[in-house]
């Protein structure tokens, strides 16, 4: 089984942590259900940019984006030539590392 490797986030993840990954599942369905609050404003529907990571190993065993997460990713703050929606990327047969950026469009959210 695939794991996700998160890399320490300030706010959702301070130490980092590996998740045992279902391929076929996407990345933010498994944060999510390990306790990894990533925002996702559109609830999962590539209408938005706030569940953007970057994948800094295993980018090349995602299938690739298409052309509407594509628009948005365009619009993502810190965009890198490995970034994905979370919710739109499937989990694989390879161990992925990823880093959830600091910030994102929806900045400011309540009870921060």
């Given amino acids: 089984m695939p794991q996700l490797i998160v890399l320490p986030h300030v706010e959702l993840c301070p130490e980092g942590t590996v998740i045992e990954a279902t391929p076929g599942e996407t990345i933010c369905n498994t ?20 569940c953007h990571v970057i994948v800094r190993e295993g980018f090349d065993s995602l299938e690739p984006s298409s052309e509407l997460e594509d628009d948005f990713l ?11 929606l979370s919710c739109q990327a ?23």
Avoid: F, Q
């Fill in 74 to 84: 365009d619009k993502a703050w810190g965009l890198e030539p490995t970034s994905r």
């Fill in 90 to 112: 499937k989990v694989a047969d390879a161990d992925l590392v990823i880093e959830i950026p600091k910030y994102t469009i929806n900045m400011v959210k309540e009870g921060h």
């Fill in 31 to 50: 944060l999510l259900a390990n306790g990894v609050e990533i925002d996702h404003a559109c609830e999962k529907s590539c209408a938005c940019t706030t």
